[in-house]
């Protein structure tokens, strides 16, 4: 007993003081697992129930918020980025099942540790995705920019003509109609 009151006295902090968005950024850094929430409840309320959505990065969170069908089996990058001989098969795979599905909205995770991109990594993916999700085809509705002291939510038109943009963020697109 007195071993875990021990335990309880050392981590005080963590355990009843700390909040849980704090702990998540002092793990994960500036992941956007804390955001995840906001991004999903803002594609709920601009999406019909029966659209469905890819995220390109892997928080599969997203998917779970939005209360939202993933366009595509896949719903973490990073066996796609490891170094294996499977890996550009499987960024064809996801390619084929999400142009056959054609999602509706597109979340784009634009942080290095959502893909963890090795130096051996196809490049596929990458080049699909920017002439897939050009201007024209989609149009950007929603930007989280992402700093290690504040998070800029940018779900409106004029905020997001503004700048600067972090090279941390996650950018929503929704197909044109």
């Known amino acids: 007993m007195i071993i875990v009151g021990i335990g309880i006295n050392n981590n005080t902090e963590y355990l009843f003081k700390e909040e849980s968005k704090d702990i998540s950024r002092r793990i994960y850094g500036l992941n956007p697992f804390v955001e995840s929430e906001a991004i999903g409840d803002f594609i709920k309320k601009n999406t019909n129930k029966d659209d469905k959505i890819l995220v390109l990065g892997s928080e599969p969170q997203i998917y779970f ?36 599905s054609d999602p ?5 995770v634009d942080v290095n540790k959502s893909w963890m991109r090795k130096s051996k990594s196809p490049s596929k993916l990458f080049s699909w995705y920017l002439n897939k999700y ?40 929704k197909k044109k109609i």
């Open 65 to 100: 918020h939005a209360d939202r069908v993933s366009a595509t089996g896949f719903i973490y990058m990073y066996p796609m980025m490891e170094d294996h001989q499977f890996n550009l098969s499987m960024q064809e795979q996801l390619i084929a099942e999400v142009e056959a």
């Open 104 to 108: 509706d909205v597109v979340v784009i």
């Open 134 to 173: 050009s201007e024209d085809k989609y149009k950007l509705i929603g930007s989280v920019e992402i700093y290690s002291d504040a998070t800029l939510y940018k779900f409106t038109p004029v905020a997001l003509q503004n700048q600067p943009v972090s090279k941390y963020r996650v950018r929503i697109l």
